[in-house]
């Protein structure tokens, strides 16, 4: 089993910018891809980010390129998400995913964390 801890949510005005933590502990050696999604209120989950632990190879929806950044620590098994230029539309739940294969959309993630508030004011 893998654990997810997520942390860094907050409130920010529009323009501004977050970090986002996820720390794994557990069987971490397993992991493949970890990746970021986001829920807001009466949406699907969306897809966010996510990146290949060997290569560091990483991928970004459309409605965050150029904005957001991915990044991992394997020493500390913590994957990151840099929040640039922040819009209210990214308001929501932001959840932390990992899996042992190279996985794209969510219901294919088998781990979880219990997600962490972003919430950006006009």
């Known amino acids: 089993q893998v654990q997810l801890v997520e942390s860094g949510g907050g409130l920010v005005q529009a323009g501004g910018s977050l970090r986002l933590s996820c720390a794994a502990s557990?069987?971490?050696?397993?992991?493949?891809?970890m990746g970021w999604f986001r829920q807001a209120p009466g949406k699907e989950r969306e897809f966010v980010a996510r990146?290949?632990?060997?290569?560091?190879?990483?991928d970004y929806g459309d409605s965050v390129k150029g904005r957001f950044t991915i990044s991992i620590d394997n020493a500390k098994n913590t994957v990151y998400l840099q929040m640039n230029s922040l819009k209210p539309e990214d308001t929501a739940v932001y959840f932390c995913?990992?899996?042992?294969?190279?996985?794209?959309?969510?219901?294919?993630?088998?781990?979880w964390g219990q997600g962490t508030q972003v919430t950006v004011s006009s």
């Open positions: 995913a990992a899996d042992p294969g190279f996985r794209t959309n969510a219901d294919e993630f088998r781990y």
């Open positions: 557990g069987r971490t050696f397993s992991i493949y891809t």
């Open positions: 990146i290949r632990r060997s290569g560091g190879r990483t």
